[in-house]
């Protein structure tokens, strides 16, 4: 598995936000986004996730020497700053929406409805709507959606704001326990956040991208 992204630059209107983006992670990897409020973070994440157009550069996914992907949207699951998930459907019909829309890529299986939720350690609210659940509980059910559809790229923004530190190690240990899977992880994030095997990027925001095309 190897994820490659080169020469990328980004614009959020007039603004160039971030130039010349080069990173390569293998299976397992993590890499890491930091920099201050507005500096690019979350543009960099919607660009890999496929849902911003770079200005410039390429993003490659290979599953092995002879296995490309057609793009890294196809193999890898987003999670934004919101959940993505109706409040008022009852959990179990969010989870089990997503796994049906989802499916799985190619390489893994995901998990059922239930195991999910048991993962993120809520199977007892399953029947509750969303909208019910805590902030914190609502955040770590927007986790087990990346559980029931298998993808081996996770890209998570902010993924532990706003939870409470048993909250924030569970869903670092999900991170983990991807990794050993050989999965590989893009997250921004202002907290410190254990992963393995991990590279870091900081990100300078616009003055810094303007001043480089000089
Ligand atoms: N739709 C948009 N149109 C114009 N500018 C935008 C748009 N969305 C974001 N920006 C600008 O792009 C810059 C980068 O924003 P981005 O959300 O990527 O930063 P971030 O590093 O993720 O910040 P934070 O830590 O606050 O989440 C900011 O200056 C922001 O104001």
Avoid: C
């Avoid at 550069?57 to 599953?63: E, L, N």
């Avoid at 350690?121 to 029931?148: D, T």
Wanted: hydrophobic share 45%; glycine share 8%; charged share 25%.
């Amino acid at each position: 598995m190897r994820l490659l992204a080169e020469n990328l630059s980004a614009h959020r209107g007039e603004d160039l936000i971030f130039s010349n983006i080069s990173f390569e992670l293998k299976e397992g990897q993590a890499l890491i986004l930091t920099g201050r409020n507005g500096s690019g973070k979350s543009t960099l994440l919607r660009v890999m996730a496929g849902l911003l157009r770079p200005a410039s550069g390429t993003i490659s996914f290979w599953y092995d020497a002879a296995r490309k992907a057609h793009n890294l949207g196809e193999v890898a699951h987003y999670l934004g700053h919101r959940n993505a998930m109706k409040t008022e459907l009852t959990v179990r019909e969010n989870l089990a929406f997503w796994k049906d829309f989802l499916r799985d890529a190619a390489g893994g299986t995901g998990y059922s409805v239930v195991d999910a939720a048991r993962a993120v350690e809520l199977e007892q609210v399953l029947h509750l709507p969303f909208g019910y659940l805590s902030a914190g509980q609502q955040r770590r059910m927007s986790f087990a959606k990346l559980l029931v559809g298998y993808r081996p790229v996770w890209i998570v923004d902010e993924p532990t704001a706003a939870l409470d530190v048993s909250a924030e190690a569970l869903l670092a240990r999900l991170m983990r326990e991807h990794q050993v899977r050989g999965g590989v992880i893009l997250a921004a994030t202002h907290q410190p956040l254990e992963l393995l095997d991990v590279k870091r990027l900081e990100m300078k925001g616009f003055e810094f991208a303007a001043g480089d095309e000089d």
